[in-house]
């Protein structure tokens, strides 16, 4: 019995090992597209353009993967790097003429409402990715710091692609470095001025109370200072920029 169970365990771990390995394959143009186009959060979507070919094909491959096959959180890091890079290809469609995320709507459907997102159920919409799977399926309210909305005042794009193994790291790393940016969080008059992502999505946190706990998680030592001594936990959301991410 003991034997089957080691051969068991032997047999799992291999098959999650190979998986991670073909998913680092999988994702080895994407990770590509992201060294030479993204820094820093800013991309250079004049240089992505030039590489879009590339970039269908990874989207191409991703359209190819059965979820269902992955592991919990390479499944995870596989829809986050769906949502970015149909979010790239998205600006891509309409890049140079666009100057926010916005004009890739119009008056009757927002830009994430649009169903061009190709996967292997069919084809949906990346609100359909972040709020049909990402948020009930994973309820990981650090997800708002990796997915990337194009815009100047979401959390920066991530310069290479999510990965199950690392994925728990990643995601402190996102959140840490949104927080702790003090163009998004700063104290005035007492009060704490936090992302507007944190309103929008304030129950995903666990509303106000939650929203300061989170924050106070992630805070580098000169905010974590300034929240213990704050007097009262007040929270205001700063104005969100939807300029397009770009040089």
């Known amino acids: ?45 004049a240089g992505l353009k030039k590489d879009e ?23 995870f890091a596989y829809y986050i790097n769906v949502y970015n890079a149909w979010t790239l290809k998205l600006i891509l469609e309409h890049y140079p003429g666009i100057r926010s995320i916005k004009d890739a709507g119009n008056l009757f ?10 996967l292997r159920a069919g084809t949906v919409s990346l609100d359909d990715v972040e709020h049909g799977i990402l ?18 005042s979401c959390p920066p794009l991530a310069g290479a692609p999510y990965a199950g193994a690392t994925l728990d790291a990643a995601l402190d790393a996102a959140a840490r470095a949104c927080i702790n940016n003090p163009a998004n969080t700063f104290f005035k008059d007492g009060t704490l001025h936090v992302s507007r992502i944190f309103d929008w999505y304030g ?21 974590a200072a300034a929240m213990d001594a704050a007097g009262r936990h007040e929270l205001a959301y700063t104005p969100y920029d939807w300029s397009l991410n770009g040089r």
């Open 1 to 45: 019995m003991a034997g089957r169970i080691v051969a068991a365990l032997c047999a799992l771990a291999f098959f999650f090992t190979a998986a991670a390995s073909r998913a680092a394959d999988r994702d080895a143009p994407y990770a590509a597209l992201l060294a030479a186009h993204v820094a820093d959060g800013v991309v250079d979507y």
């Open 53 to 75: 070919a590339t970039l269908d094909n990874y989207l191409a491959a991703l359209a190819a993967v059965d979820p269902a096959a992955l592991s919990g959180p390479e499944r």
């Open 109 to 118: 459907r927002s830009p994430w409402q649009r169903a061009f997102v190709r």
């Open 135 to 152: 948020r009930p399926q994973f309820h990981d309210p650090r997800v708002h710091f990796a997915v990337n909305c194009a815009s100047k």
């Open 203 to 223: 129950e995903d946190f666990g509303g106000p109370e939650g929203v300061w706990r989170f924050i106070r998680r992630y805070a580098a030592p000169p905010l």
